[in-house]
């Protein structure tokens, strides 16, 4: 009996050594140690225990446990840090999925998913070299006869170079500060040049008819969904501009609208030659040689693509009366001009007419607006009709030159050196008086076809890009407190005038 009550003590005490007995080994283990090479005179104590050894060098729970609540105390001070930041996600997680959907609906091809910011693809596509031609090559393009073979290899052309053109503007927009890509105005456009891209990447290589027909139709699904891109980066970027430096947003700005300038001049270009052998066909069969007809042989040789012949004085003075009625829509009222200088029905040029439409309207814009806000200011003359703009026109060797004179006050010397900085414009002046928001202004006030009249800041620099492309040039000359003076100067483009750039 005796025996087996000793028995029966010894298992209870070999009971309530084991715990102990474990976790003294799982702490041996922790340090390095094989359980029991410290032997019985180990000084690691039981968890709670406060030896000196203890206090100079815890426990490894002891550390785990101060870890866990130094991770948990940083990720707390980082989301109330970061409740902006958050905000914004939001807001930018909801445009883009109210973005996707509406795209997705319209076009199918188009991606239906949050594209990556670490997507190979776009890294492979970015990283090769763009198969720039010369502006000559494009001009050649539209040397008679246009044939089928013709047409064959611009498309093949043009289905190379867009996605790796696309991608590196889709690198662009993904270089960009975090807060800046979250404004939806920006974040909706560069979602667009990513299904632009995707599209671009999927669509087989044209060879057949049916192949060119179907590369047409994605050429103006394209056009159609970049048409109103340049009013959203305006606005996105005016926004943003507390969280993007000067000098980083002019160059993100001129490399995207010089990228946007050279696709289209080839995408256009390609257009106006598939166009113009559908014409043909319609015309006459076969089409795809010169059949010495005089008549065919003038119409070919009339046809230049984009780059069309221009009587100046016309041109010019159509962008006026475009311009004055688009003055006395949004203001009420709008200055007289005049056209003078040469001959204006014997300056004829080589140029692309969307381009100097373009550059005119933004100059006759801020000339017209300057001389009504000028007459506005002054009690005396408020009465009377706005001085008139005055429009001259030159010609040179292989070049012409466009005065435009407003007598709308000058350009204060404060600002002069800014007024072709993008996102700055005078009509924030007006609009601070009123405590509002000049670029919300510009887009509530205009109508919808046309677009805002002022406000933007988009104008002056980006007509300065576009005179710059071909080798032309803008300049300012201003009178501070009288009136200023844009120099538009551009090259004609043709055979013996031809700039030698790369699009």
Same mark, same amino acid.
């Given at each position: 009996?005796?025996?087996?009550?000793?028995?029966?003590?010894?298992?209870?005490?070999?009971?309530?050594?084991?715990?102990?007995?474990?976790?003294?080994?799982?702490?041996?283990?922790?340090?390095?140690?094989?359980?029991?090479?410290?032997?019985?005179?180990?000084?690691?104590?039981?968890?709670?225990?406060?030896?000196?050894?203890?206090?100079?060098?815890?426990?490894?729970?002891?550390?785990?446990?101060?870890?866990?609540?130094?991770? $948990?105390?940083?990720?707390?001070? $980082?989301?109330?840090?970061?409740?902006?930041?958050?905000?914004?996600?939001?807001?930018?997680?909801?445009?883009?999925?109210?973005?996707?959907?509406?795209?997705?609906?319209?076009? &199918?091809?188009?991606?239906?998913?949050?594209?990556?910011?670490?997507?190979?693809?776009?890294?492979?596509?970015?990283?090769?070299?763009?198969?720039?031609?010369?502006?000559?090559?494009?001009?050649?393009?539209?040397?008679?006869?246009?044939?089928?073979?013709?047409?064959?290899?611009?498309?093949?052309?043009?289905?190379?170079?867009?996605?790796?053109?696309?991608?590196?503007?889709?690198?662009?927009?993904?270089?960009?500060?975090?807060?800046?890509?979250?404004?939806?105005?920006?974040?909706?456009?560069?979602?667009?040049?990513?299904?632009?891209?995707?599209?671009?990447?999927?669509?087989?290589?044209?060879?057949?008819? $049916?192949? $060119?027909?179907?590369?047409?139709?994605?050429?103006?699904?394209?056009?159609?969904?970049?048409? !109103?891109?340049?009013?959203?980066?305006?606005?996105?970027?005016?926004?943003?501009?507390?969280?993007?430096?000067?000098?980083?947003?002019?160059?993100?700005?001129?490399?995207?609208?010089?990228?946007?300038?050279?696709?289209?001049?080839?995408?256009?270009?390609?257009?106006?030659?598939?166009?113009?052998?559908?014409?043909?066909?319609?015309?006459?069969?076969?089409?795809?040689?010169?059949?010495?007809?005089?008549?065919?042989?003038?119409?070919?040789?009339?046809?230049?693509?984009?780059?069309?012949?221009?009587?100046?004085?016309?041109?010019?003075?159509?962008?006026?009366?475009?311009?004055?009625?688009?003055?006395?829509?949004? @203001?009420?009222?709008?200055?007289?001009?005049?056209?003078?200088?040469?001959?204006?029905?014997?300056?004829?040029?080589?140029?692309?007419?969307? !381009?100097?439409?373009?550059?005119?309207?933004?100059?006759?814009?801020?000339?017209?607006?300057? =001389?009504?806000?000028?007459?506005?200011?002054?009690?005396?003359?408020?009465?009377?009709?706005?001085? &008139?703009?005055?429009?001259?026109?030159?010609?040179?060797?292989?070049?012409?030159?466009?005065?435009?004179?407003? =007598?709308?006050?000058?350009?204060?010397?404060?600002?002069?050196?800014?007024? @072709?900085?993008?996102? @700055?414009?005078?009509?924030?002046?007006?609009?601070?008086?009123?405590?509002?928001?000049?670029?919300?202004?510009?887009?509530?006030?205009?109508?919808?076809?046309?677009?805002?009249?002022?406000?933007?800041?988009?104008?002056?620099?980006?007509?300065?890009?576009?005179?710059?492309?071909?080798?032309?040039?803008?300049?300012?000359?201003?009178?501070?407190?009288?009136?200023?003076?844009?120099?538009?100067?551009?090259?004609?483009?043709?055979?013996? !005038?031809?700039?030698?750039?790369?699009?």
């Amino acid at each position: 009996m005796s025996a087996r009550l000793a028995g029966l003590r010894r298992q209870l005490l070999l009971q309530r050594l084991a715990p102990q007995t474990c976790q003294k080994q799982q702490r041996s283990v922790w340090q390095g140690q094989t359980p029991g090479s410290r032997g019985g005179s180990s000084s690691i104590a039981i968890l709670g225990s406060a030896t000196p050894w203890d206090k100079k060098n815890p426990a490894p729970e002891t550390k785990k446990r101060s870890n866990l609540l130094q991770q $948990q105390q940083q990720k707390q001070q $980082q989301i109330d840090d970061d409740g902006p930041r958050r905000k914004a996600l939001s807001i930018h997680r909801e445009a883009a999925a109210a973005t996707t959907t509406s795209t997705t609906q319209q076009n &199918p091809t188009t991606i239906a998913a949050e594209p990556s910011f670490y997507s190979e693809e776009i890294d492979e596509y970015a990283s090769r070299t763009t198969q720039r031609i010369t502006l000559q090559r494009l001009l050649d393009m539209c040397e008679p006869p246009i044939t089928d073979q013709k047409l064959l290899n611009s498309a093949q052309y043009l289905s190379y170079e867009r996605p790796v053109r696309y991608a590196k503007r889709v690198k662009l927009f993904q270089r960009l500060p975090f807060i800046v890509n979250t404004n939806p105005f920006i974040h909706d456009v560069y979602l667009k040049y990513y299904a632009n891209f995707v599209e671009s990447r999927n669509r087989p290589v044209v060879k057949t008819q $049916q192949d $060119q027909q179907e590369f047409m139709r994605m050429l103006v699904r394209h056009s159609d969904s970049l048409k !109103h891109v340049m009013p959203q980066i305006a606005r996105g970027f005016y926004e943003t501009r507390a969280y993007f430096g000067r000098g980083e947003r002019k160059r993100f700005l001129d490399q995207l609208i010089t990228m946007r300038i050279g696709l289209r001049l080839l995408t256009s270009q390609h257009v106006a030659l598939y166009n113009k052998r559908v014409a043909v066909i319609e015309k006459r069969e076969p089409a795809d040689t010169d059949t010495g007809d005089p008549t065919d042989r003038a119409d070919c040789d009339r046809f230049t693509g984009v780059v069309d012949s221009i009587v100046l004085g016309d041109f010019v003075r159509t962008c006026a009366q475009g311009v004055q009625a688009m003055c006395d829509i949004s @203001f009420g009222d709008a200055p007289d001009f005049v056209v003078d200088g040469d001959d204006t029905a014997a300056v004829v040029f080589s140029y692309v007419p969307s !381009h100097l439409e373009y550059m005119l309207t933004e100059l006759l814009k801020n000339a017209f607006r300057a =001389s009504l806000h000028l007459r506005g200011s002054d009690d005396a003359a408020a009465e009377s009709s706005p001085t &008139p703009v005055l429009l001259t026109v030159s010609r040179g060797n292989g070049r012409v030159a466009i005065r435009i004179r407003d =007598s709308g006050g000058g350009i204060p010397r404060r600002i002069h050196a800014k007024v @072709f900085d993008y996102s @700055f414009t005078t009509a924030a002046a007006a609009a601070t008086a009123a405590d509002s928001d000049p670029t919300a202004q510009a887009f509530e006030s205009a109508p919808a076809a046309q677009g805002p009249f002022a406000g933007l800041g988009f104008g002056l620099p980006m007509t300065k890009i576009y005179a710059e492309y071909f080798g032309g040039s803008l300049h300012l000359v201003s009178l501070e407190g009288y009136g200023c003076d844009a120099f538009l100067e551009l090259p004609s483009i043709k055979a013996d !005038h031809t700039p030698q750039i790369d699009i």
